[in-house]
Nanobody, 120 residues
Framework: QVQLVESGGGLVQAGGSLRLSCAAS????????MGWFRQAPGKERDWVSCISNSDGRTYYADSVKGRDTISIDNAKHAVYLQMNSLKPEDTAVYYC?????????????WGQGTQVTVSS
């Protein structure tokens, strides 16, 4: 059974930091790139970041570039998103996803999401 379980969300003041974690199981972790997406209330789900499992390259949306860092631990089958200098506009449900590659529009598997709320 495929599972992607996010954790680490919460309420934080603007300027603060959070580290999201995503634990994966039930599929061949190294065969997928891992991405983070977010969905704010009333808005579409947007891509945030991706890390390639093949070469370790990382990619970021302009909105988080310089503030967020994605990382992966293949031994633990986990992916992380360190978020710094958080802004109220970062408030959203954050989802991790297993994707065929960081340049693919396809989504292999979704997690259930974790809420991040940034107060001003």
């Amino acid at each position: 059974q495929v599972q992607l379980v996010e954790s680490g969300g919460g309420l934080v003041q603007a300027g603060g930091s959070l580290r999201l974690s995503c634990a994966a199981s039930g599929f061949t972790f190294r065969s997928y790139a891992m991405g983070w997406f977010r969905q704010a209330p009333g808005k579409e789900r947007d891509w945030v970041s991706c890390i390639s499992n093949s070469d370790g390259r990382t990619y970021y949306a302009d909105s988080v570039k310089g503030r967020d860092t994605i990382s992966i631990d293949n031994a633990k089958h986990a992916v992380y998103l360190q978020m710094n200098s958080l802004k109220p506009e970062d408030t959203a449900v954050y989802y991790c996803a297993a994707v065929p590659s960081c340049d693919s529009d396809l989504i292999g598997f979704w997690g259930q999401g974790t809420q991040v709320t940034v107060s001003s």
